[in-house]
């Protein structure tokens, strides 16, 4: 687990089952295991995992921050299915970006802001924008060259 996000939340098992139910995470272990855990993590891909910690507070993630993870074109469409049909009413998209991606926006437990995205297969790409890309790799790579 090279990198991670941790939760605060004051019902692990609910914010667990929303992450779960709407978003397709699974629960790996449950601290301790039953109906009321003080910690689970939670695990969508390899190194997309979330610790959720139980707190006392209304804990909520501040403005700006925002938890951003990869998906595959084609899962889009259902999980924004899945998450407005759990009761997720803050769901925007999935809509393409002008960066040749497929974002799926949504808020969960606490506030986190969650983007899910996912590079648009070739056909549908911004041909314009993949060539000054490119391009400007390669210019940035030149200037790297010059500076050493």
Request: no cysteine; glycine share 6%.
């Amino acid at each position: 687990m090279p990198a991670f996000i941790s939760l605060d939340v004051r019902d692990v098992r609910a914010a667990a089952e929303w992450f779960t139910g709407a978003l397709d995470f699974i629960e790996l272990f449950a601290m301790p295991p039953g109906d009321d855990p003080t910690l689970i993590h939670l695990r969508r891909w390899r190194y997309q995992d979330i610790l959720l910690r139980r707190s006392e507070d209304d804990a909520h993630v501040g403005v700006g921050i925002q938890l951003s993870v990869s998906a595959t074109y084609d899962e889009l469409d259902g999980l924004a299915a899945r998450a407005r049909a759990y009761g997720q009413a803050d769901v925007d998209g999935p809509a393409d970006t002008p960066w040749n991606t497929r974002d799926l926006a949504l808020v969960g437990p606490q506030g986190l802001r969650i983007v899910l995205t996912a590079r648009r297969p070739a056909p549908l790409r911004d041909a314009a924008f993949t060539a000054n890309m490119e391009r400007w790799s390669t210019e940035q790579q030149q200037a790297n060259d010059t500076s050493r």
